[in-house]
């Protein structure tokens, strides 16, 4: 059974810097696309950042270019993502899955289960 399970929100202030965290069971994150999505009130979900399947890429929405960046930790077979210089308008629980493939605007088609998410919140 695959369980994605985040980590990693809080409340931070406008410039500040926040790490999450998508540990995974039942599936080896290495070998798969994974994708971070947010949603924000009264918004839909969106793709933030995904990587592909082995790292040879990533791609990021325009919004968070040059502000977010996500990784693997292979040693605890999870995918991460920093997030720096966040802003108000970051504000949303994030989300992780793996994706069947990770496209230019750093989303992609979901093929797997979803997390419970994990809020992060920045004041200005």
């Known amino acids: 059974q695959v369980q994605l399970v985040e980590s990693g929100g809080g409340l931070v202030q406008s410039g500040g810097s926040l790490r999450l965290s998508c540990a995974a069971s039942?599936?080896?994150?290495?070998?798969?696309?994974i994708g971070w999505f947010r949603q924000a009130p009264g918004k839909e979900r969106e793709g933030v950042s995904c990587?592909?399947?082995?790292?040879?890429?990533?791609n990021s929405v325009d919004s968070v270019k040059g502000r977010f960046w996500i990784s693997r930790d292979l040693a605890n077979n999870a995918a991460d993502l920093q997030m720096d210089n966040v802003k108000p308008e970051d504000t949303a629980v994030y989300y992780c899955t793996t994706l069947s493939r990770c496209d230019p605007n750093g989303s992609g088609p979901v093929d797997g289960t979803w997390g419970q998410g994990t809020q992060v919140t920045v004041s200005s």
């Open positions: 039942g599936v080896r994150l290495l070998f798969r696309n």
């Open positions: 990587i592909s399947e082995m790292s040879e890429y990533s």
